[in-house]
């Protein structure tokens, strides 16, 4: 049974920081690649950002430079550090597999006020 468990996200004013984390369950956390996504109201879910089980990362343009993504693979654990928050980021955020399969989990919601 496939789990994952979002946590971190909160209310922040613009220009602050959070961290998420991700603690996976049910699969080969190890043997996949994983990526962060945020589903914003009216908008469709979308990849902000993702990782090789080596750890090499890709970001979405409009996260570049101000998001790390990392994982802690003896953990089965993910992290999203988000720097430099705008209000656009605001969205609820999931973790899952890349490419994305059908389990998804709660999300946690990101709020960055103006």
């Known amino acids: 049974q496939v789990q994952l468990v979002e946590s971190g996200g909160g209310l922040v004013q613009a220009g602050g920081s959070l961290r998420l984390s991700c603690a996976v369950y049910?699969?080969?956390?190890?043997?996949?690649?994983m990526g962060w996504y945020r589903q914003a109201p009216g908008k469709q879910r979308e990849l902000v950002a993702r990782i090789t089980p080596s750890g090499r990362a890709n970001y979405a343009d409009s996260v570049k430079g101000r998001f790390t993504i990392s994982r802690d693979n003896a953990k089965n654990t993910m992290y999203l550090q988000m720097n430099s928050l705008k209000p656009e980021d605001t969205a609820v955020y999931y973790c899952?597999?890349?490419?994305?399969?059908?389990?998804w989990g709660q999300g946690t919601q990101v709020t960055v006020s103006s």
């Open positions: 899952n597999v890349w490419p994305a399969a059908g389990y």
């Open positions: 049910g699969i080969f956390f190890s043997l996949n690649a």
